[in-house]
């Protein structure tokens, strides 16, 4: 090939050599002919050695060229070309070696491109699933692996229905792929309390068209939804409870029952304790709101548990006694003292103390007991009472939260939920464990003072 490359450049330049030879020969005497003849050849013979050496540079630099489009090819993209030493040929190397420096640059680009696209995949909250036109799934995000409970490796290759596995969500992408139009639909996936927004974009090229499914985790705004219908539920019941007692007791006082006086103390004692009963309720929501928004700073400062549990244990004492249950406490001497705000800590007692009061029935008994456990004391509020179902277990803690046996022991269902923000608010943690039937347990903790001075030594 290179000797063929090279007599295609020598021809041309012999031809025209001996064209001009035959013309000047005839112009010259027959003795001469032999010299131009010489003269000739040997033109000829320099005009092809540089026509060679020329062809032969030519090829070597395109032989270069090719190697390193070859290594580019493979992916070294640091490869370029060596200076040329023939100086004519040098700008074409220049220029090439520029046109190497702006792909590598370009292909840089494309990577700091890829790896952060990579990284916005990897850590957004959203699930992303990339389809294919064969409909099986060619790209997925850590978060639509979580969603689907499946390991993403698991998930590649594999079609969209089975990894969804739902028929109305597949219909949509199989529709998004076959008529090219977005979709927007709402899916619940596998287990009822798991809900799914899916964003459906049609990814349109020669080879067909993809599917690039967004979803977005909606449980946390249903389960919203669902906390504030049952606070509308809740508050609404509690409050339309006493105003009707209320309006009847003020009806009947109107239709001749303050001429009776006994009648009517009678009547202006229950309508009392119907004000109370919805004062109750707004100090609870106000309370709940203040520690919700850190308006209700706390004063942490060492205190005895005993100081903590005992008076409002003794507060309820009585209310125990007319429900004809039993309050023990069992507080060990060589407790530490702990770190509280005395007044809140003591709500959170009394909180627990009264729901368990009231969901035990007569006969039953309240223990309230503690024990040091590292750098932290746990108290524990323990009944003999109806317990708390699996299903309401999770829930308790939740604002405004009621389970349907709560109803008719009256309150908002807030308790509760005041007692874990203070709870948490004094860096504790508070849980419970039941079993319906059976009793619950109600625990939470307080760091110890001693554990605060220790963190706070220079060491």
């Keep these: 090939m290179l000797a063929s490359i090279r007599w295609r450049h020598v021809v041309p330049f012999v031809v025209v050599t001996w064209v001009v030879m035959a013309g000047v020969t005839a112009l010259v005497p027959a003795d001469m002919h032999p010299v131009i003849a010489l003269a000739a050849l040997i033109q000829s013979v320099c005009l092809a050695m540089v026509a060679i ?15 390193v489009m070859q290594r580019l ?16 040929a040098q700008p074409y190397v220049d220029t090439f070696n520029t046109m190497i420096e702006s792909f590598r640059d370009r292909l840089r680009h494309a990577e700091w491109q890829c790896d952060e696209l990579a990284a916005v995949l990897e850590h957004i909250a959203d699930g992303v699933v990339l389809v294919n036109e064969e409909g099986r799934v060619e790209l997925l995000n850590r978060a639509a692996a979580r969603m689907f409970d499946i390991p993403i490796a698991s998930a590649v290759g594999k079609s969209f229905a089975w990894l969804v596995r739902d028929h109305t969500l597949i219909e ?11 979709s927007l639909h709402g899916v619940e996936i596998g287990r009822e309390d798991v809900v799914l927004r899916a964003s459906i974009v049609p990814l349109r090229h020669q080879e067909g068209t993809r599917c690039l499914v967004v979803l977005q985790d909606m449980t946390r705004l249903r389960h919203l939804q ?10 609404s019941h509690e409050l339309r409870t006493p105003l009707a007692s209320l309006k009847a007791l003020v009806e009947t006082l109107r239709d001749g029952a303050l001429d009776d006086p006994a009648a009517t103390r009678r009547f202006l004692d229950r309508i009392e304790a119907e004000v109370d009963t919805m004062t109750q309720i707004v100090e609870e929501l106000l309370e709940l709101a203040r520690t919700e928004s ?14 903590i549990v005992l008076p409002p244990i003794e507060r309820l004492r009585p209310q125990a006694e007319r429900a004809d249950l039993e309050i ?16 809140h800590a003591r709500q959170v007692v009394s909180n627990l103390v009264h729901n368990a009061i009231k969901f035990t029935p007569p006969g039953g008994r309240i223990t309230v007991w503690a024990q040091l456990r ?36 009256g ?15 004094h860096g504790g943690r508070i849980w419970a464990e039941s079993t319906e039937g059976s009793g619950s347990t109600f625990f939470f903790t307080l760091l110890t003072a001693e554990s605060l001075s220790r963190s706070t030594t220079p060491s």
């Design 328 to 343: 023990t406490v069992q507080l060990p001497d060589n407790l530490p003292p702990v770190l509280a705000d005395v007044e």
């Design 172 to 182: 949509h992408e199989r529709s998004c792929r076959e008529q090219g139009m977005e």
């Design 374 to 409: 590292d750098a932290e004391v746990l108290l524990a509020v323990q009944d003999t009472g109806v317990g708390i179902s699996a299903e309401d277990l999770p829930r308790i803690f939740e604002r405004f939260y009621k389970a349907d046996r709560a109803r008719s022991g």
């Design 411 to 425: 309150g908002t269902g807030l308790g509760l939920a005041i007692a874990r923000h203070i709870v948490q608010a």
């Design 294 to 307: 850190g308006r209700a700073p706390l004063r942490l400062v060492p205190t005895t548990l005993t100081d």
């Design 53 to 67: 050496l020329v062809s032969r540079q030519r090829t070597r630099l395109m032989q270069r060229v090719a190697r």
């Design 226 to 235: 669902t906390v504030r219908r049952d606070f509308i539920s809740n508050v």
């Design 73 to 88: 090819g493979e992916g070294d993209s640091d490869v370029q070309l060596l200076p040329e030493r023939y100086q004519d």
